[in-house]
């Protein structure tokens, strides 16, 4: 697997952790380690978007990323047009 598609399923990843943590806080909201866990992965996702970002272009086509000198969302494959075949 290449590094593009290793950095896009670790955001994968980390947006599934920030959903599941959302999920759980919405019945334990007093809960304070969930709460950080929820804020450091939240952090880390933001950190892995701008990474991502500035070295591949924009993950979404609109809101998010700023496409710098060309319309960068169309020069490489789309997110949901990729394979993650751990075997590759």
């Given at each position: 697997m290449d590094q593009r598609r290793r950095?896009?399923?670790?955001?994968m990843e980390l947006e599934f952790a920030a959903i599941d943590l959302n999920l759980f806080?919405?019945?334990?909201?007093e809960d304070q380690r969930a709460l950080a866990d929820y804020n450091a992965v939240s952090?880390?996702?933001?950190?892995?978007?701008?990474?991502?970002?500035?070295?591949?272009g924009p993950i979404m086509n609109f809101g998010?990323?700023?496409?710098?000198?060309?319309?960068?969302?169309?020069?490489?494959?789309?997110?949901?047009?990729?394979?993650?075949?751990r075997e590759e």
């Open positions: 950095d896009l399923l670790c955001i806080l919405d019945t334990h909201p952090q880390e996702l933001m950190r892995a978007k701008m990474a991502f970002e500035s070295r591949y998010c990323g700023i496409s710098h000198g060309t319309w960068r969302w169309v020069e490489e494959p789309w997110p949901w047009e990729l394979c993650f075949n």
